[in-house]
């Protein structure tokens, strides 16, 4: 059974720094393991993802100012986020999507907010 427990979120500044992780258990191997986040009223979206080779694809909206690594050993994923922006503000959930036959299957953790002003 996959289970997914982000920590690491919290009220920053604009400018700041910040670092989530998730230790995750019950995982393949096989399957990408993710940040994706959520604003107030909007969809959630792709943050970054990182599959167990170090293959990393990033969404739109932080890219260039994160880093995700992944521990298959240490069973914990990181998410560094550098110079935060009050956009940034949302609440940033761990995912693990494994692919099925024909779809890609997702698992969420409960999400961890992340807070930036100016």
């Known amino acids: 059974q996959v289970h997914l427990v982000e920590s690491g979120g919290g009220s920053v500044q604009a400018g700041d720094s910040i670092k989530l992780s998730c230790r995750f258990s019950?995982?393949?191997?096989?399957?990408?393991l993710g940040w994706h986040r959520q604003a107030p009223g909007k969809g959630r979206d792709l943050v970054s993802e990182?599959?167990?080779?170090?293959?990393?694809s990033y969404g739109s909206g932080l890219r260039g100012r994160v880093t995700i690594s992944r521990d298959d050993v240490d069973n914990t994923l990181v998410l560094q986020m550098n110079n935060l922006k009050t956009e940034d503000t949302a609440v940033y959930y761990c995912?693990?999507?494994?692919?099925?036959?024909?779809?890609?299957?997702?698992?969420w953790g409960q999400g961890t907010q992340v807070s930036v002003s100016s």
């Open positions: 995912s693990a999507r494994c692919r099925q036959s024909d779809y890609d299957k997702y698992y």
């Open positions: 019950g995982v393949p191997i096989e399957c990408k």
């Open positions: 990182i599959i167990t080779n170090g293959v990393v």
